[in-house]
């Protein structure tokens, strides 16, 4: 196990709805990315706080956004849900080296 | 802009034969390349990485992987290959620049090892 924790396990939405997704880093790790990954696809980069910035975005809209909290735990919040915006979503901790994976949130809209 | 492909969408094997999980990758300068395996309802587990040094990486659970850079491939391979190794691989790519830069990954390969 990686040490990085992600919550809800799963979660059903509604398209229009709003949703906030949960990680915990690894402890000593500065840095939380957040990726989408849909069915038969591989991650998609969404964004990236470092020290509770964002300090890198991929190619999502700004209903996409996030936090980083002192102790490096992170959210990402999505609004108005769109039914593409079914996946799975992973985030990432890491210091300067390779990245560590939670297990996923699974988010369904419908 | 750094990009990965994965051309296989499905490899099969028989258990105890080697497997091979082709990998290639465009980056500018010297690339940072990476496997990880996913299993069923999890997240992706670290395997390997290539930073420098010697082509030949290896990793966890008896992986390794060859980088090629004349060929801009990192194909991941093990000798003998097991039931339990069955799962989805991806290969990533970071771009070669100081601090915490996000991974670009292909879209999966997944193994099938059969008994």
């Known amino acids: 196990e990686t040490g990085v924790t992600q919550s809800p396990t799963h979660l059903i939405k509604t398209r229009g709805q709003q949703v906030t997704l949960r990680c915990s880093s690894q402890s000593g790790h500065n840095t939380v990315s957040w990726y989408q990954q849909a069915l038969g696809q591989g991650p998609q980069f969404i964004f990236q706080y470092y020290r509770e910035e964002e300090n890198g975005r991929g190619n999502f809209p700004p209903r996409f956004s996030g936090l980083q909290f002192p102790n490096y735990s992170s959210e990402l919040n999505v609004n108005a849900l769109e039914l593409d915006d079914s996946a799975l979503y992973l985030c990432?901790?890491?210091?300067?080296?390779?990245?560590?994976f939670g297990p996923g949130t699974r988010l369904t809209v419908t | 802009a750094q990009s990965v492909a994965q051309p296989e969408d499905q490899v099969n094997v028989a258990e105890g034969n080697p497997l091979t999980v082709k990998c290639t990758y465009s980056?500018?300068?010297?690339?940072?390349l990476f496997w990880y395996v996913q299993y069923p309802n999890r997240g992706l587990q670290f395997l390997l990485k290539y930073i420098t040094g010697d082509n030949l990486v290896k990793g966890s659970y008896g992986f390794e992987a060859e980088f090629n850079k004349s060929q801009t491939s990192f194909h991941l391979k093990k000798p003998s290959a097991l039931v339990s190794d069955s799962a989805l691989y991806f290969c990533a790519v970071r771009a070669p620049v100081s601090g915490n830069t996000p991974l670009v990954f292909g879209k999966g390969t997944r193994l099938s090892v059969i008994a």
């Open positions: 990432a901790s890491s210091s300067g080296g390779e990245q560590y």
């Open positions: 980056v500018s300068g010297n690339p940072y």
